[in-house]
């Protein structure tokens, strides 16, 4: 699932026209789950679901900095960048809910496909481009992965001359707004709602195949 920032029915939406069955399938995002929307609350509180999993996103890092960290810069970054809502929670429930985001949102989430073949979850960049180094990323990483656009740009330019993320079958990211799905290797852009107005889900059927084939559906 693409970046949903505070649109809670918006994916409530599309969970029902896809007739998502929330005592078995599985949701996962990938990441920033709040700002810009008027339901980040409700956003936040779909970690608590069973059925629901989410990558750490540069919204939740923000939040997170902000709260956590006690980070200024990190809290008025956050405020301009659709973060105003902050102002309606005391202190004391934005910093439970930073918390609920650092230990329910990973950096990576990886998702078994048919067979032996796996894919990976991540907001944005992958670390020199090879999934391994991902299981060991440290706190120093987390601000290339969540915030870099280096890749989308030079795919935006010229997605053929992308090359692959190495130790995965498939990627899917979010962070870079975009009309439509943009492959870029066999890492998929879904981060679509922002520009396009429809929210991005995909089937781990779905992003195998576009990533075997090298190209989108026409």
């Not at 920033?32 to 929307?37: F, K, T, Y």
């Not at 008027?38 to 996103?57: D, S, T, V």
């Not at 990973?106 to 180094?133: C, F, M, Q, Y």
């Not at 870079?176 to 991005?200: R, V």
């Amino acid at each position: 699932m693409g970046d949903i920032h505070g649109h809670y029915s918006e994916l409530m939406k599309a969970l029902e026209a896809i007739d998502f069955k929330f005592d078995k399938d599985r949701l996962i995002s990938v990441g920033d789950l709040i700002d810009r929307g008027e339901e980040n609350e409700r956003c936040i509180e779909l970690l608590h679901e069973p059925w629901f999993h989410a990558c750490l996103g540069n919204h939740e890092w923000m939040m997170i900095g902000a709260f956590v960290y006690e980070d200024r810069y990190d809290l008025s970054l956050q405020r301009g960048n659709g973060g105003e809502w902050l102002d309606n929670h005391d202190t004391d429930q934005l910093t439970a809910w930073a918390h609920l985001l650092q230990q329910s949102c990973p950096l990576a989430i990886e998702v078994p496909g048919k067979g032996d073949r796996l894919i990976g979850v991540t907001h944005n960049d992958v670390i020199n481009s090879d999934w391994t180094r991902m299981e060991s990323a440290q706190k120093g990483d987390i601000d290339e992965c969540v915030w870099s656009r280096t890749r989308f740009a030079s795919a935006l330019t010229n997605p053929s001359l992308a090359e692959p993320i190495k130790n995965i079958d498939a990627v899917v990211s979010g962070h870079n707004s975009h009309t439509g799905i943009l492959l870029a290797g066999n890492q998929l852009y879904i981060d679509t709602l922002w520009k396009s107005g429809q929210l991005t889900l995909l089937s781990a059927m779905e992003v195998l195949a576009v990533a075997a084939r090298g190209k989108l559906p026409a």
